[in-house]
């Protein structure tokens, strides 16, 4: 009786099967992640982004959440930050938590889309096998060490949400396709589809490229004998085509090619080299994904320009590589078309980031979604070769599941801290000169101030003209109470490349008001509130400014806002106290100063202050043993 129970419900046992493997597969490799630190580009999208700060719902800070920051269209993300923010603040165990969560949601959909390819594409496996070959593809997908940086790295939630959608809209679009249900109930699922392609462009702009997938696929099938394969292949085409322009038009202006070529102002490359190079780009990602050793994976690759075919030669090899895989997607269309769809999948999805568009050259987390099909040809290759030898293949598959976990968890430990990081970067690739200006910040971070300023000279040695690390540099400077020398690093700053305008005036004006100049600081403050109203460290140097030119008042209620925010330091509750004594709230002024010493117990000025505060109260022991304290 037990036997022909698990005979008939082998199907539903075995999905259950897998989805406890999966689940056990990530957590294994991900669980790790949780109390990771926030990097790189973690800091402007998410720590320095005061717009995703949600203290309470209400619409204003719902919709500031979502649209307001430096990538406002990406609004779906962006108010999953909030949400998380809302939850737990900086607390970056939530944020690592909702990607594993996303990323497990991604590995279910390439499941069930490769049963549904493969029974598609293919009349010759039965639903069991398909099952057993989509179970194995999803696996191998999920633990590959290469989509640690789509996973581990919280910024790019904006890659694997975007590909959560797309592949939910694709996936409710081949339910709609196929299905046999009453026309209102198609309607719904297409109805549905759409809705999560649109969530999908709301996460990246990847996303235009669902049309042209879903295009492709109708064309794969428009060569079988039914004339609506013909009719929906023309329907889709006319419909991807007006969405994608649309999409275009929306996102680059009236103008696309000229706002193009604007963003090749501020790269090191030009339109045909980024093409060249990202040729060669294209077979590299393959190769990482084949082989992700964790020695060869890095957050930020130093990748030669191709500056011609035969410069380097590789180039040429690379191009006609491209050639070959776009003959062989023409040329597959009928006796393999789910090879012909992989390559397309593949190939398409890469396209938008590796083509004309001017952004950084490589990132690995650009192939989380082209890469998701990449093991089904195998799998399913293999499978039905070795058909008689099914242990065998299953063990292959299993060892390869079990290595590729074990190197995704050897990749991530580079991730438990930005020192760790970066040191890794630098090792593989040692003339990047970002490289080591994120490792000197990192560095300068962790209190070590000495390294930090030898890595950052390093980075200037490479490139002269970051204003990043000359505004690291001053950072420095200004820490070991050197404001003279970190005014001179922001000078330079300033007219450097790319220069962070409200972060540089920001470090000078806690620079002048350390130097007493406070009308000068207060200058610099409201400079930098113009540009950026809620720039918390700048909202604190005008505070400070206003306690020493007599506006006391004014001063306290922007500490106090500051602390409801909870912006919490030693600097904040020492100038709070000042201002709380020079209005006769002497006892307000003690309770101050006394928190900022439980924050920083050898903070100087501090102790010095609540010995005058417990002097006129008459308290003289207490003020005479903190004025000691002080000197």
């Avoid at 060869?296 to 491209?322: C, E, M, W, Y």
């Avoid at 602390?563 to 309770?591: F, Q, S, T």
Wanted: overall charge positive.
């Amino acid at each position: 009786m037990i036997r022909d129970y698990f005979q008939k419900n082998k199907s539903v046992l075995l999905t259950i099967f897998f989805v406890v493997s999966l689940a056990a597969c990530i957590w294994s490799i991900y669980g790790q992640t949780l109390g990771y630190p926030f990097v790189f580009d973690d800091l402007p999208n998410i720590v320095d982004n005061s717009y995703i700060r949600i203290h309470e719902f209400s619409l204003h800070s719902i919709i500031a959440a979502a649209t307001v920051g430096i990538n406002s269209v990406r609004f779906i993300p962006n108010l999953s930050f909030g949400l998380n923010y809302y939850l737990d603040a900086y607390n970056p165990a939530g944020y690592h938590l909702f990607n594993i969560i996303i990323h497990f949601l991604n590995a279910l959909l390439v499941f069930d889309l490769s049963k549904r390819l493969l029974v598609i594409f293919s009349n010759r496996h039965s639903s069991s096998t398909a099952l057993h070959i989509a179970l194995f593809a999803a696996l191998i997908w999920a633990v590959n060490p290469m989509q640690t940086n789509a996973v581990t790295y919280v910024v790019q939630r904006m890659t694997s949400m975007m590909t959560l959608f797309f592949l939910l809209s694709f996936d409710l679009y081949l339910i709609a396709r196929f299905s046999t249900a009453q026309v209102a109930w198609r309607r719904l699922l297409y109805l549905l589809a759409i809705c999560s392609g649109l969530a999908a462009f709301g996460c990246k702009q990847n996303a235009v490229m669902l049309p042209i997938m879903i295009v492709g696929f109708e064309w794969l099938l428009s060569y079988r004998s039914d004339t609506n394969n013909i009719t929906r292949l023309v329907t889709c085409s006319l419909i991807g085509m007006v969405m994608v322009i649309g999409a275009v038009f929306w996102y680059a202006g009236p103008n696309p090619f000229a706002t193009i070529m604007r963003g090749y102002g501020d790269r090191n490359f030009n339109l045909d080299q980024r093409l060249l190079t990202e040729s060669r780009i294209i077979f590299f990602y393959l190769s990482l994904y084949f082989l992700p050793l964790p020695s060869r994976l890095n957050l930020n690759h130093d990748f030669v320009l191709s500056k011609g075919l035969l410069d380097p030669v590789q180039t040429l090899f690379a191009v006609a590589g491209i050639i070959l895989a776009g003959a062989a997607i023409f040329f597959l269309r009928k006796k393999k078309p789910l090879y012909s769809f992989v390559m397309l999948w593949f190939f398409g999805n890469l396209a938008l980031e590796s083509s004309i568009i001017p952004l950084e050259l490589i990132y690995e987390h650009r192939v989380y979604l082209p890469s998701v099909f990449l093991f089904l040809p195998i799998v399913e290759f293999i499978y039905s070769r070795f058909l008689s030898c099914r242990k065998l293949v299953y063990v292959l598959f299993g060892t390869l599941v079990i290595v590729f976990a074990v190197l995704s968890w050897q990749r991530n430990e580079v991730w438990a801290s930005r020192v760790s990081l970066w040191r890794d970067v630098v090792s593989k690739s040692p003339k990047l000169a970002r490289g080591y200006a994120n490792l000197g910040m990192a560095l300068a971070l962790e209190g070590n101030n000495k390294e930090a300023k030898r890595v950052l000279f390093k980075s200037l040695s490479l490139d002269s003209h970051d204003s990043n690390v000359y505004l690291n540099l001053g950072n420095i400077y200004e820490d070991q109470g050197n404001y003279n020398e970190s005014l001179q690093f922001m000078n330079a700053a300033l007219s450097a490349k790319k220069a962070n305008l409200v972060k540089i005036h920001a470090v000078i004006s806690e620079a002048l008001w350390h130097l007493g100049r406070y009308n000068q600081a207060l200058s610099e403050a409201n400079l930098v509130l113009h540009m950026n109203p809620d720039f918390s460290s700048a909202r604190m140097s005008k505070g400070i400014a206003l306690v020493h030119l007599g506006q006391a008042a004014a001063a306290m209620k922007i500490f106090s806002t500051l602390e409801h925010e909870g912006v919490k330091n030693v600097d904040l509750y020492n100038n709070w106290g000042v201002a709380a004594y020079k209005l006769g709230k002497i006892d307000e002024a003690i309770m101050l100063f006394k928190k900022g010493l439980k924050l920083d117990p050898e903070h100087k000025e501090s102790h010095y202050n609540l010995g005058i505060a417990y002097g006129a109260k008459g308290m003289l022991k207490e003020a005479r043993r903190e004025m000691a304290l002080g000197m």
